[in-house]
Each structure stands twice: as C-alpha cells, then as structure tokens.
C-alpha cells in the first residue's frame, strides 16, 4: 500500500506540472482576451521536443551536457520529499536545509550550463540568475524557518502534519512568512516581477537565456524541470503554510482527498500567478534586491513575533 | 691605613678630574689620568695589604704597569705622531663648566643618595667622593669635543667606578679583579685602535667634524 | 596494536622524523631531484604517523601528557599536553599535509632551475613540525616559541619565489602582520603569569579563580586580536589575500587549510578549556566577528578576479563559519546549556575539517592550473576543462563543497552550525535570540553568495572559449599532482557521506574537555549514518540523499537516452550568438559576472569603475578600438585604519627620529641624564 | 488595474465586427492546422521568425498573427525565441549580404526535422529590391527554402491559409516515405 502511495507521490510532481503551466498560460491567455493554447499544450511540446534531433555548440563541455539530467534529477528527488498530498511519507532527504541546498546544486548546474557555451547572453543570464538566488536564499531559509519554529521541527512531513492554522497566536508571523516566501517563490522560479518567461527579447531573459542553447530532449528537460520547480514551490508554500486537507493517515478517502484540495491549492495559486503576471510589469533588475530584502526583512519580522 | 689618607687620596682624584676640565693641553690631561691611575693603584695597594689576597696583589701590579705607565706614553706619542697637542676644546665655557661640576657634586653628596653611599657606614665620606667623581667624568666625556680627551674620560670613568666598588665592600671577590684587568686591556686596545682609525679617515679629531656619522 | 602507538615516544618519533627530512633536505641542497625527494619522502612519511598516531589517540580516548624539565629557568618546561582535541587537530595537520607533499613531488619540478629546493624542503618540513609542536604545547613560552618557529617558517616559504616582487612585498605584510598577533599573545600570556605565576596551561586552568574579571577581559581582547590576525578574521585579515597567493601552491594549501586553523584551536583550547567560568559577552563578540567576516569575506571574494586571492578570501569567509559555531557553543554554555554548547563545539569542529580539506583540494587544482598557465589573473583563462579534465573535476568537487552542496562534506558542517544556531533563535529570550538572527542570516547569505562565487570561479576558469591563445598550449597537470587532488576529492565525499560517525567522534572529542565532562549528548546516531536533533527537531542522513540522487540520476539518464528517440542524431554547431561571429569578447568575463552583486552591495563594497577607451587615431574620438572596464574594489581597511595608523607611526617616528643629532657627546648626555633619574627614581 | 479586467471580461467577443464566415474560416482553417500539427509534429509546432533584410511589413502582419483576433496558439503553434527550439524558420525580407551569413548560422543552428518558409514577396525572390548591389536575392539564393508564401505582405490571414497548404504538402510527403 505504501508502496503504491509512495510511486504516486514520486510521479505526481512530473505529470501535474505541465498541466499547472498550461493552465497559467490559458489564464494569461483569457486576460489578453485571446483563447490562447489547450492546457494540454506543454505536454505537446514536450513530447515535440522528446523527438527532435539536438544541435549542440562545439564550445559546451560534459556539463553542458549532463546538466539538464543532474537538474531534473534534483527536481524529482525534491519533489518525491516534499509533502504534496500525504504527510506522513517521512524520508531522510526531507529536512528543511536539505530540500533548500539541493535545489542550489539546480541554479549551480543550471547557470554553469548557461556559461558553458560562451555566449553572451548565457554568461549574463546565469549571472543575473545567481545574484537573485544568493538574495533570495536567505529570505527561503528563513520563511521556512519560521514555521519549522512554530511547529517545532525542521522536517517538512512533520510541519505539514501539525496542523498550525490552530496556534491561533502564531497567526499573525505565519502571514508574515507566507509572503516572504511567495515572494521568493516568484523569485526562484523566475516568474513575473523578476523575469519573463515568454520574453524573445534575450536582454530581458534571466532564466531564458541560460537555456537558449539547448535543443531536443535536453531543452525538454530544461523546461520540464522548471516547471517541476514551479509546482514544489507552490506545494511548499501551500501545504507548509496551509495544512489543510492534507492526508494524515493511509486510508483511500483520505488519499484521495489530500489529492483534490492539493489540485485546488495549486489551481489557487497559478490563478494568483497568472493575474500578477498580467497586472504587475517586470521590475528593473536593480530594483530586485530590494523586493528580496524586504522578503528577508518580512521573515525575521516573523520569527522575532513566534514567541 | 687610615681613613684620613684615603680621603687625602680621593681628594687627589677629585682635583685630577678637576684639572681635566679645566686643562687645554692633551698632554696636561694624560698626565693628570696617570696621577689618578697612580692614586688608584695606591688605593688598590693598601685594599691588598689589608687583606693580602694574591690576585689583589696581581692587579695592583698589572694597574700599575698598565693605567700609569703604558698609557701615559702611548697616549703622548699619540699627540706627538699626530700632532694633537692643542685640539682641547669644550661644549660649555669654563665658568659654565665649574658650575655643573658644583651641582653634580652636590647632588652626589645630597641625602638622596644616602642609601647608595652608606653601604658601608664607616666610608660614606669616600663613597659620596667616588659617586661625584663618576659623575665629574661622565660629565668630561660629554663636555669634550677633542676624542683623545674624550678617551682618557672615559678612563677616568672606569677608575671612579673601581674606587667606588673597591670601598664599596666588593674588592675580595674575583669578578671585581678579573672585570678590572679584562677591562684595562680591552680599553687600551680599543681606543688605540679607534683614534687611529678616525685620524685616517677624518684627518682630524675634533669631533664636530664627523656630522656624516648621522646617516 | 594500536595500544602501543600511543605511548609518548611515538610522538617524538613523529616529531623528528620531520625534523631529520627538514635537516636532510638542507644537506643535500646541491642535487634538486635528491632534495625534493627526500623533503617530500619525510613530510610523506611524517604526515603517515601523524595520521595513525593522532587516529590511535582518538579511538582509544587517551590523554597524553609529559615534561621534559629543563634544569634552569621555573618558567620555561618543554611540556606537551595532548588530549583528543590536539590529537583532532594533529589529524587535520597530518591529513592534509599528507597530500600536499605527494602533490608538492610534482609541483617541484618546476622550480629545479630557478631555486634551490632543499631550502624549500628544509622550511616546508620545520612548517609542519612546527604545527604539530604548536598544537600539543601545553607551556606558554614553549607555545610561543612554536608559534615563532611556524611564523617564520611560513614566511620563508611565502616569499620563496623571490624573484616576483610583490611576493616580497606579501611576505613583509605577513610578517608584520605575525608579529603584531604575537605581541598580543604574549602580552595576553604575560596577564596570565602575572596572576597565576607560571605558564603551564594546567596550572593556568586549575588557578583561573585568581584572575580578576577586569584583567580576564583584557586577555580575551588580546587573545581575540592575536589569535585572530593569525586566523584571519575581518579586520586584521589584509595579510592573508596577499600572503596566501604569493606562497606555491601546495604551501598555501597547507597554509589556509591548517595554519589559520591554529588560531582556532588556540581559541578553542583558551575559552572552552582554560578560562572557563567566562561571561556571556565573549560568545557573542565572537558571534558578531564571525558573522561580519564570513559575509564580507564572501563578498569580498566575489570582487577578485585573482584566483589565489579569491581563495585566500574564503578562507575568511570559512574561518567566519567556524567562529559562529564556536561562538554559539561559548554563548550556550555561559547561559549553562552544556548540550547545544557541545553541539556548537561539534559544528565549528566538523567545519574546521571540512574546510581544511575542500580548501587544499581548491588550492592544489587552481595551483596545477596556474602551473600550466603562468599566470593567476582568471580573466585570462576559459574552455581549460578541454585540455585538463581531471583538474577541473577535482575543482568541481572542491567547489561543490565549498558552497554546502548536499552530497558533500561541506554541506554537513553547515547544517550543523544551521542547527546550532536555529537552536539559539528556537530556545533562547529576544535579546540573545536577536543576535543568533542575524548570525543565521549571515550563514544563510554567505552560502548564497559562495555558491555565486564559485559559480563564477569555476564557469569563467574552466568553461566555454579560451580567452587568450595560451590556454591551447597546457596539458594536464602531472600524475602526482593528480593523486594529491584525487584523494583530498575522495576524502571530502567521504567525510560527506560518513558525516553520521564523525559526528560521533567529534562527541566524543568535545566530551573529552573538562566542561563537557557530564553533558549528554544532543544528537544521535540514526541507523543509516545520519544524525538526528534532539526531540526529532531536525536530522539528516548523508547515504540516503547520495543513494536517492544516484537512482534517480542513473535512471533519468537511461530514460532519457535509451528509451525515448534512442537514434538520435547530435549535430555539433558553433554556438548560437544571434548571427554574430563569437569571438572571445563574446562570453562573460569576471568583472562581468560579479558587476550584477557588486552594484547591489555598492554600499559596502563602494566600487570605483573606469573604463579605459582607446581609439583607432587619438584626435577623431568617434571610433573606439577597444573598450576595458575595471572595477575596483576600495580596501576600506587599508582606507581607514592602516593608512592613517601607518601615517600616525611615521609623524611620531620622525620627530623622534632628530634626537640621532649624530654627535657623540649628545649621546652620551643622554646616558648620564637617563642614569641620575634612575638613580633618583631608586633610592 | 481591476477595470481593465473588468472591461476586459464585460466586452462580448466580437467587438470588432466582421462577417461571420471571416472569422469562421480562420477557425475551420486554424482547426485543419490543429489536425495536422497533432499529426504531424505532436501537438506543437514551435516557428522561429527571422528577419533577413525586410522593410518589416511581413513582420507587422507575423506579429498579428499572435494578437486575440487571429490567435495562432490556439491552434498549437507558438513563436520561439532561438532558433535551437524550432521546427520551423519563417524567413522574411531579401536576404541582404550582411544578413547572409546570419541566416546560415540560424539555419544550421536549427534541429533537424526543420522546413524553411519564406514569407513575402521579397524573401521569395527579393521583390523589389531584387537586383540591388546590398541584396543577394531571395531567400533561395542562400538556403533551400522548402515552401513561400507569396503577398507583398501576406495578411495574416493568407498567411494561416499558407500555412495550412505548407504543413498539408509536409503530410502528404511524408505519406510517401
């Protein structure tokens, strides 16, 4: 039985995460008054992609090569540690500092690879790219850190099976926390205020252009791992900061439960993502460090009010 | 003997130290620092008959031969080889020099330095003698421009000292006789040396000229 | 067997064999080859017994202490004092001089011509010997003279390339720098011997009570300035980018990997063992110190374009760490929390060794490389992983571990100083918890701006084009330069994967000092190598996120490749610029990966940018020819505290300088005034 | 900000009034296009645009193609931002001197199943600048154009229609094989 519990929740981030970006996309789509493409429409590409010979730059070395695998590896073994619809799938890998470090081996080889290549334009992606995650670092350790606090733990399960909604007196510092980390989470996976994904405009890109080389199945690689970021962000975010409907026990209802709130939290969340896109412009680039320190600023605000 | 020769001796001492001052003549100047290597011979002659310890007696002979004979003639045909018979020449003018030798006298005998000169209390007298004329020759060596003159303060210095320690209560032990001899002989050579070496390299021995030591 | 390694003879057996390879090495200064060979076969053998005399010690938990009495002075005893933190720190020493010298075989060669390698082998064995003597001495003026003899001995080794002269000029700043460090601890000593009269620690420890609170202050401040000038830490570091770079390689390696660690131990061993009952404000000092030199250490790194500096610049940035931990066990233990002080303890411990061994492992690769490029300025190189395959993986892995990336060693001290200070934040009232916040977010940056770092040390060195013609013409480093690098790699995976039993170890270590005697422990050992909180607060095991990662990865790769589209063509293009021919002005350079972070913490750094244009003909300014953009860092410590001190030195210097009038008699007047005051003065 | 959306989502779909069959057959054509995408390229069919030297009047219409009216997406096709993620280069404009090795460039740095267009009459054979000493003639005179799709500029809606006949010729070729 857990077995089984065990193969959904390690498949379950790879296959819901295309979808979640098609349905942000059709939401953007319908703010543009266009009907834009089927939800479905990343799956396609991907599959496209799976298919297409691959051109490669003379210049690129192993890394260039194996990166998108270490990447999308990384976002599989997070994925499979986090809780998304259970909470009492404890492992080893599922500590707090654990989960944050293994994604930074992910913006590693990513922005490594974007430099692989020698362009330009890779070279300035991955810089950019490393100055927003060095930033945004501190603020993700420490928004995670206060609810570690609170529920006295820094293993993930264990945070997300407390219940803390009910410490009514935490209320306030749990808030707080939440939006330091949805700002991060913005941050990390390169969404609206701090990069655009659908740009063409290399100048603009941060995380575009680190991937502009790739082509064929390592492309697809690329944005599926992204995508899969997307989603253990979101997860993150929703099932640290709001337990509710999580499965506390291994009985089918309950499962099966866990799973629907868990679709309607993430629907919940590409719906805010998708109206912030279309409503908010893209910062100038020296004006993130300042959205990032108020970030970190609003979580240590948050720890300091625990007790 | 008595204590009245000894301080007729001391006496001696302070007016040789006294005339070194005042002379002009280098040749003046080595005759007086024998007469005060002869009144320490003395000194150290009647420390012996007191005592009869052989090395005292060793040292007598060897200060006797050395500071009253030896010196003395090296030292004048050193002023006659190099011509140095008027090149005495002084910081202070004489008056200036008279004065400071009043005030280092007086602070030798001062009470504060009671507890230094009665080490013995019965030749207290002698001891505040022998710490004004240590004082009277360090005093010559800074006064005196001329380096032969300088040289023989700085002898007369080392023969203050070794009347101070010898009534002082020191004359028995071995390491005043050994440092008195070791210090006779390394002091003769090095001046020798010393003057002959400035005479070749300055032409001359008056000590103003050698502003270029600076740096 | 081991039992009989660890009598005391053992240890002077240890000690001369590196004094006799030191001597040897002198005599046979003519012959390189025969130098090089011997000063490398007894450092070898040395660093052997080291490793199983200091293993031998830890295993069995034995102390070892003798005295050799030396008849005259009272104060003076050549006494050794080894407990299992000496014999940690012998360890670390031994370990990774090991590999230096295996590396150094190699890395020799190319000095045969130029200078004379038994003066080399002479100093690099009196070096390490001299580290061993520092950490096992247990009297203070035979401590001093150790320290002495592994000064200037380092110094000789930094300015061995002598015909560069900023090399010369790092060694003098390193000197002065050593020196002003030992005034203080010697003063600091000296506070010490006027109290409790006599320089044995062991009397020192047992007589603390006597020593005043006022006086115990001033000693930390003395110690914290001479211990730290040696360690590096923010304010008296400027010696260490500059000494550090100009030493070879293999030396400075041995230099930021275990020497700056010296000045650690001897905290460790004066505040956590020998001036114990001290007050809270000393933990917190020591927090504060960590937390401003690990964040600008790593800032500072990020600047430099020069690799050795960079390094050199996140031995601070580490030594930082390493305080924090440290700082947070001293803060625990005056609030009487023995627990979490041995948990801070075990986590500054942990990285001291981490840190010694992913440093050498980044030095040794970026000195092979520098060995084949002849030049340290990273602007120069690119695309080297072409031509030296195995350098560059060994500097990954270094790199890797340097920034707390999981499957690695370093990752495992940083949790633990994480867990040490979440503990702090978790546990402790506003006031101290206020400083354990910003303690945790300066680690939490710092390993956010290291990773950049690296990513910028490793991307612009190793990665895409060549930048001048010549990286065509380098070959990969030598065989044993290679062996050097590949063990200091295998040792930080399995320090990394072994993290669970040298937690254990490290327990027992701490337990062995006479504060920890009864605290029970705050961690334990999980089944599978990991190590757990206390009350399931946190835990981690290194095997399983190694074994997941492997699984995973080995099975995205055979899915990806074999199963989906398996004939799939590759095509090999030249990269794609938008239709430009790229060129080397094309990819990113040093300055222009780190402008993005130095513009953000502009306040801090306050960088100055010229750019230089030159043009094709002078008066018509309209066609530049080509454009260089240098930011420059201000060293706001030279700036504003060495500069003025230097300038407040020279203006007393030269009024005293006019009393040298030149003329004796002057002189002279000075003795005979200076001798009626001090008779005056005396009676 | 909210009365955008508000008006956003108040206003009925056709504004902007056109006879129906307009709008229709752009539908029943973009569906056609959906069905051989699928066929085709699996769902997706990523266009790279590559302006070779045009007066960007075929770039105006290009761009129309993505507004809420004529909506390509829809039918799975999407504009990529490097040439490595497409399948397809729309190549408009005579490709000038300077332009030509450019164009080679992206033409090699595309993944293989590939098929170039050229769109307008000046990428098919340099329309009215042909013959200028700056152009080197339509697209053809530097890589093998697959298909063009003739207009001086094409409207978007030619350009669908183009489209669907390119990818119809792709199907019926590859039946072939």
């Known amino acids: 039985m857990t077995i089984l519990i065990w193969i959904i929740q390690l498949f379950f981030v790879p296959v819901i995460s295309p979808l979640i970006i098609g349905v942000i996309k059709k939401i953007k789509a319908k703010f543009q008054n266009r009907q834009g493409s089927s939800i479905f429409q990343f799956y396609k590409d991907l599959w496209k992609l799976m298919y297409k010979d691959e051109v490669v730059s003379k210049d690129a070395s192993w890394i260039f090569l194996y990166a998108p695998f270490i990447i999308f590896t990384v976002t599989i073994a997070v994925g499979a540690s986090i809780p998304l619809f259970a909470s009492f799938l404890n492992g080893p890998t599922s500590d707090l500092l654990v989960i944050v470090y ?84 913005l941050a990390e996976t390169t969404r609206f205020p701090f990069d655009n994904p659908s740009t063409h405009l290399e100048l603009t890109m941060i995380h575009e252009a680190m991937i502009l080389e790739y082509s064929g199945k390592r492309l697809a690689l690329m944005e599926w791992a992204s995508a899969n970021k997307l989603i253990i962000f979101i997860a993150l975010g929703s099932n640290l900061f709001f337990p509710l409907g999580i499965a506390q026990n291994i009985s089918w209802l309950a499962l099966v439960i866990g799973i629907i709130v868990f679709l309607l939290k993430i629907l919940f969340f590409s719906t805010i993502i998708a109206i912030l896109e279309s409503s908010v412009a893209k910062f100038r680039f020296f004006r993130l460090p300042d959205l990032l320190i108020t970030s970190f600023i609003l979580n240590v605000i948050a720890i300091v009010l625990i007790n | ?80 080889k190099h011509a140095l018979a008027f090149s005495v020449s002084t910081y202070f003018s004489t008056p200036l020099i008279l004065i400071i030798i009043s005030i280092l006298t007086f602070i030798a005998y001062s009470d504060k330095f009671l507890p230094l000169t009665s080490i013995i209390p019965n030749n207290q007298a002698l001891l505040s003698i022998a710490l004004s004329v240590i004082f009277m020759s360090l005093f010559l060596i800074i006064n005196r421009k001329g380096a032969l003159s300088q040289i023989i303060g700085i002898l007369s210095l080392e023969n203050s000292i070794l009347a101070f320690i010898i009534f002082a209560g020191l004359e028995q032990s071995p390491g005043l006789q050994i440092g008195v001899i070791f210090n006779m002989f390394i002091w003769i050579i090095i001046a020798s040396v010393f003057i002959s070496m400035i005479y070749k390299h300055f032409g001359t021995l008056n000590v103003t000229s050698m502003k270029n030591l600076k740096d | 067997m081991l039992e009989i390694i660890t009598p005391s003879v053992s240890f002077f057996v240890l000690l001369s064999i590196f004094f006799i390879g030191a001597i040897s090495s002198l005599i046979y200064q003519k012959n390189d080859s025969i130098a090089n060979f011997l000063s490398s076969f007894f450092s070898i053998i040395g660093s052997l017994c080291g490793l199983f005399f200091s293993v031998s010690m830890i295993i069995y938990g034995k102390n070892l202490s ?618 | 900000m909210f009365k955008l959306f508000f008006k956003i989502f108040k206003t009925k779909k056709n504004l902007v009034y056109l006879n129906n069959d307009e709008k229709s057959d752009i539908f029943l054509v973009g569906q056609e296009i959906k069905v051989k995408v699928k066929k085709l390229f699996k769902g997706s069919l990523a266009i790279r645009q590559i302006d070779a030297g045009s007066d960007n009047a075929c770039e105006q219409e290009l761009m129309a193609l993505s507004n809420s009216f004529y909506d390509i997406e829809r039918f799975g096709i999407h504009f990529v931002a490097s040439p490595r993620h497409a399948d397809m280069l729309l190549i408009t404009g005579p490709v000038t001197r300077n332009m030509a090795k450019a164009v080679k460039d992206a033409y090699d740095a595309t993944p293989n199943p590939k098929i170039v267009v050229a769109v307008g009459d000046d990428a098919i054979s340099g329309g009215l600048f042909a013959g200028s000493y700056a152009v080197s003639g339509g697209v053809d005179s530097v890589l093998p154009v697959n298909y063009c799709i003739p207009g001086d500029p094409p409207t978007p809606k030619e350009i669908i229609i183009g489209l669907l006949k390119i990818i119809n010729e792709v199907d019926i070729k590859k039946s072939e094989l």
């Open chain 1, 102 to 185: 293994i994604m930074a081996i992910s913006t590693f080889f990513l922005s490594l690879a974007g430099m692989d290549t020698g362009s330009a334009f890779g070279g300035f992606g991955s810089s950019r790219e490393m100055t927003i995650s060095a930033l945004a670092e501190g603020g993700l350790i420490f928004s995670l850190l206060t609810v570690a606090l609170v529920s006295s733990s820094t293993n993930v399960f264990i945070i997300s099976g407390i219940n803390i909604l009910n410490h009514s007196q935490h209320l306030l510092s749990i808030m707080l926390a939440f939006i330091g980390f949805f700002i991060i989470l």
């Open chain 2, 1 to 80: 003997m008595n204590i009245l020769f000894l301080k007729f001796l001391f006496g001696v001492m302070f007016l040789t130290l006294v005339f070194l001052h005042l002379t002009k003549k280098n040749f003046l100047a080595t005759v007086a620092y024998s007469i005060q290597s002869l009144v320490i011979t003395i000194v150290l002659f009647n420390s012996f008959l007191e005592t009869n310890n052989f090395y005292l007696l060793l040292v007598v002979f060897l200060s006797l031969v050395i500071k009253v004979i030896i010196a003395p003639i090296f030292f004048t045909n050193l002023i006659k």
């Open chain 3, 66 to 683: 003798f005295i050799i009495n030396y008849p005259y002075s009272s104060f003076f005893k050549i006494s050794f004092h080894i407990d299992l933190l000496s014999a940690f720190f012998i360890f670390i020493i031994s370990l990774i001089s090991l590999f230096c010298s295996i590396y150094g075989v190699g890395y020799l060669k190319h000095f045969y011509k130029k200078y004379s390698i038994g003066v080399f082998g002479f100093f690099y064995n009196l070096l390490i010997g001299s580290l061993l003597l520092v950490v096992t001495a247990s009297n203070g003026i035979f401590f001093l003279i150790a320290w002495e003899i592994m000064s200037i001995s380092s110094y000789f080794l930094v300015v061995y390339d002598r015909y560069d002269t900023d090399n010369i000029k790092a060694g003098f700043l390193y000197l002065i720098m050593t020196y002003v460090g030992t005034v203080f601890i010697i003063l600091s000593f000296l506070f010490i011997y006027k109290y409790i009269g006599s320089f044995e620690f062991i009397d020192i420890k047992s007589g603390i009570s006597l020593i005043p609170l006022s006086i115990k202050n001033n000693i930390f401040i003395f110690t914290i300035i001479g211990f730290g000038t040696k360690a590096g830490i923010i304010p008296f570091h400027i010696w260490l980018p500059a000494a550090h770079p100009a030493a070879p390689s293999h030396v400075s390696a041995l230099m930021s990997g275990v020497m700056i660690k010296t000045g650690v131990y001897m905290m460790i061993r004066l505040f956590v063992d020998i001036l114990q009952p001290i007050p809270v404000w000393w933990g917190i000092l020591i927090l504060i110190i960590g937390s401003i030199s690990s964040l600008l250490g790593v800032l500072y790194a990020l600047t430099e374009h020069d690799i050795k500096r960079l390094l050199a610049f996140h031995s601070i940035e580490n030594i930082g760490i390493i305080l924090l931990g440290l700082g947070s066990a001293l803060i625990f233990y005056s609030l009487n929390m023995p627990e979490l002080a041995l948990l801070g303890l075990m986590a500054s411990l942990f990285h001291t060794l981490n840190h010694a061994i992913f440093k050498s492992l980044l030095f040794l690769s970026a000195g092979s490389v520098i060995n084949e490029m002849h030049t340290r300025n990273i602007e120069e190189y690119g695309g080297i992983i072409k031509y030296m395959p195995q350098t560059a993986m060994f500097f990954l892995i270094g790199s890797m571990a340097i920034s707390a990336l999981p499957p690695f060693n370093g990752f495992f001290s940083e949790w633990l100083t994480y867990q040490a200070l979440f503990q702090g934040v978790a546990q402790l009232n506003l006031s101290f918890q206020g400083i354990f916040i910003i303690a945790a977010s300066s680690l939490a940056f710092t390993g956010g701006l290291a990773l950049t770092c690296f990513v910028k040390a490793f991307g612009i060195i190793f990665l895409a084009r060549p930048r001048s013609t010549k990286v065509s013409s380098i070959k990969e480093s030598p065989l044993s330069m290679r062996i050097g690098m590949g063990f200091l790699a295998l040792m930080s995976i399995l320090f990394g994967l072994f993290s669970g039993y040298t937690s254990r170890l490290l327990e027992k270590i701490g337990k062995d000092l006479s504060i920890f005697k009864d605290t029970n422990y705050f961690t334990s050992a999980s089944f599978y190598q990991g190590i757990d909180i206390k009350n399931s607060f946190a835990s981690v095991s290194a095997p399983i996120i190694f074994v997941v990662l492997i699984i995973i990865i080995f099975a995205v790769i055979f899915i990806f490749t074999f199963v989906i589209n398996k004939n799939q063509k590759i095509k090999i293009e030249n990269t794609w610029g938008c239709g430009l021919n790229l060129n080397k002005r094309a990819e990113i350079t040093a300055t222009g990966f780190a402008r993005s972070i130095i513009l953000v913490f502009k306040g801090i750094l306050k960088p100055s940018i010229q750019n230089e244009v030159e043009y094709h003909d002078a008066d018509s300014r309209y066609l530049p020819k080509s454009r260089v953009i240098t930011i420059h860092v201000k060293n706001i410590y030279n700036y504003y505290f060495y500069q003025p001190l230097r300038n407040i030195i020279n203006i007393i210097s030269l009024k005293t300088k006019n009393i040298q009038s030149g003329n004796i008699n002057a002189y002279i007047s000075y003795i005979f005034i200076s001798l009626i005051i001090a008779l005056l003065s005396v009676l």
